[in-house]
């Protein structure tokens, strides 16, 4: 098995000045544990964001 076999092809993204309850929310309804963060202001450029982090940083964002 590779990586691949476990990965979705498509990325899920959102941009950085979107708040953290929406973007919750977006990963619930797409059943998907992480995104990628765009940044709007630097060009483009993208930073991964997990689901575990939301919790630990704004526990109540679900």
């Known amino acids: 098995m590779?990586?691949?076999d476990l990965c979705t092809s498509d990325a899920i993204c959102v941009f950085e000045d979107v708040?953290?309850?929406e973007a919750a929310r977006?990963?619930?309804r797409r059943h998907v544990g992480?995104?990628?963060v765009m940044e709007r202001t630097?060009?483009?450029r993208a930073s991964?964001?997990?689901d575990?982090?939301?919790r630990a940083t704004s526990?109540?964002?679900s």
């Open 26 to 28: 977006e990963m619930r």
């Open 19 to 21: 708040s953290v309850r």
């Open 59 to 61: 526990p109540r964002c």
């Open 2 to 4: 590779r990586v691949r």
């Open 42 to 44: 630097n060009g483009p």
């Open 48 to 50: 991964p964001c997990a």
């Open 34 to 36: 992480m995104l990628v």
């Open 52 to 54: 575990r982090r939301m």
